[in-house]
């Protein structure tokens, strides 16, 4: 068969007209910001604890004799694997780093040398079930943390923003974490039948309500990346006496 | 009443140009319709395949303004006066003649697929509607090829050596997830279709004109069924332990 690339039909990389480098220039531009924003704050080692809060990158705060560093850097391995290996991140930065491509008909790089995800390092992308098991574990641990926080350091009862700003992160990063297209296998989509036995009709109602989450999984993603940034942003600033917590009452 | 500039493919692969024309816009015209209006104007030798003009055939498959579509499901009033609307045929496929291109290598890739297989001595063919749902989303491709065209693995890398392409993937998957088929196809999908080429960029969905949610519902469940068999050691324990057999009734 004849290879078509260099046909007079199709001269240079696009014949497209409308704006299609906006959407990855953003996506581009999104997730530089927050990573730089992640590496700072990993680093910091500072400013991540304040009374009953405590931040999100440093949580389950793991302290060791033997580890001389941020003990973010023990933690944050298991979100961001968990997001690198998701399958919606992975559209979004093959398209806008990689340029595999850069957008629908739109060559970004061409030749015969691509081998996708079947080799090293991209074939670990299949271990993305492992990371969403670790997420769920960090997941159910800033619950406790959002639920603690309206608990103040004296024992009493508390409403502050920052705890309902922890609750919605929470919220946010559950509707991520649970919309996994992982999980929407895992809890029902490996199954080729769906009626016969119990077990099966209750795992078609988990999976049915998977698949709503997933449907937006874009959406969780964004918010939940946004939400888990500033999220930590509100606690150094708070530890840091830029602001208040905000107390309600 | 307006009239619309249309540049359209002349020619072979190795030789042909974009020729203009002059089409009289009426209401409810498509691109289809402009082409027909130049066969019986002005260019009655221009090769174009079509045959419902009701996005159901699948046939009429282009590339207009660079975006993979069928031109009689693209209305001509989305263009702007004045806008000079480009067809030109199909990237992925050696052209034949104007805008008809050569599919047949799709055919071949479909002979490669085990059918489907019920188990011989079934009788029960009741089949309840929630078992049915998702293979009757795979049901509704016409084969227009537009998948296959926009897939960067096919498209720009001409990996049709190794890759089966999204359309492909989509039968797969409504053969694997039928509730009477006892066939295996994991291991062809991850050696001979190369299911790990596809770096789910969803490109293939952004085209389908049947709107099947191809990554999402059909690609990624089947990379996930992949993963269960080849890459999930702690799964397939636990499966052996808890003795459960997903596929099948």
Same mark, same amino acid.
């Given at each position: ?16 007209t ?6 990855p ?10 990573i ?7 680093? @910091? ?26 003990p973010?850097?023990l933690?944050?391995w ?15 930065y ?21 081998s996708g @995800? ?23 641990v ?10 103040a ?44 036995? @119990? ?51 | 009443?307006?009239?619309a500039?249309?540049k ?9 140009e974009?020729k ?8 409810g ?6 082409i027909?209006?130049?066969q019986? =104007? ?18 009429c498959?282009?590339?207009?303004n ?10 001509m ?9 480009r ?13 008809v ?5 799709n055919y ?31 049901r ?14 096919l ?24 509730? =009477? ?35 999402d519902?059909a ?16 799964? =397939?324990?636990? =499966?052996?332990i ?5 596929k099948?009734?």
């Open positions: 068969m004849t290879n078509t690339i260099e046909s007079k039909a199709h001269p240079g990389r696009t014949a497209r409308d704006n299609w480098w906006a959407n220039l953003m996506v581009a531009v999104g997730f530089g910001v927050f730089a924003y992640a590496t700072f704050r990993t680093f @910091e080692n500072n400013y991540f604890e304040v009374d009953q809060y405590l931040s999100p990158f440093y949580s389950p705060k793991l302290a060791f004799d033997w580890w001389h560093f941020s973010a850097i933690i944050l298991i979100p961001a694997g968990f997001r690198a290996t998701c399958y919606y991140y992975r559209k979004a093959y398209r806008a780093y990689f340029m595999t491509p850069p957008g629908c008909a739109v060559m970004g790089t061409s030749g015969t040398g691509y @995800e079947t080799k090293f390092p991209f074939i670990l992308q299949n271990m993305h079930r492992y990371f969403f098991y670790c997420a769920a574990l960090v997941l159910l800033l619950w406790y943390d959002a639920i603690i926080s309206f608990r350091p004296d024992g009493r009862f508390t409403v502050s923003l920052l705890s309902l700003f922890m609750c919605l992160n929470c919220y946010l990063l559950s509707g991520y974490t649970f919309g996994c297209h992982a999980w929407r296998h895992l809890c029902g989509g490996a199954v080729s039948c769906f009626s016969k036995t @119990e077990q099966q009709k209750a795992q078609f109602r988990i999976w049915h309500f998977v698949t709503k989450l997933n449907e937006h999984h874009q959406g969780w993603a964004w918010a939940s990346l946004f939400s888990v940034g500033l999220t930590d942003l509100y606690i150094r600033s708070v530890a840091a006496k830029i602001i208040p917590p905000g107390v309600l009452f | 009443m307006r009239k500039k249309l359209v493919y002349r020619g072979t692969a190795d030789a042909g974009f203009d024309y002059e089409v009289q816009v009426e209401e015209m498509v691109v289809l319709d402009a027909h209006a130049i019986a =104007k002005d260019s009655p030798d221009l090769a174009v395949r079509w045959n419902c003009k009701a996005a159901k055939c699948g046939s498959s282009a590339e207009v660079g975006m993979p579509s069928l031109m009689c499901k693209t209305r009033d989305r263009f702007e006066e004045g806008e000079e609307i067809v030109a045929p199909i990237k992925t496929f050696p052209i034949i003649k104007d805008l291109t050569d599919v047949s290598w071949e890739v479909n002979k490669k697929i085990k059918g489907f297989s019920p188990a011989p001595d079934d009788k029960e063919w009741i089949i309840h509607q929630e078992d049915i749902d998702r293979v009757q989303e795979f509704k491709c016409i084969e227009c090829f537009l998948c296959q065209n926009v897939c960067h693995v498209r720009d890398h001409d990996r049709k050596d190794a890759f089966m392409g999204p359309r492909f993937l989509v039968r797969t998957a409504g053969l694997e997830m039928h509730p =009477k088929d006892t066939a295996n196809r994991m291991q062809y999908l991850k050696d001979e279709g190369h299911i790990g080429m596809c770096n789910i960029t969803k490109c293939c969905t952004e085209v389908c004109p049947e709107d099947i949610h191809i990554t519902n690609i990624i469940p089947l990379k996930e069924r992949v993963v269960d068999e080849f890459y999930d050691p702690l799964g =397939k324990v636990i =499966k052996k808890m003795g459960t057999d997903k099948g009734w």
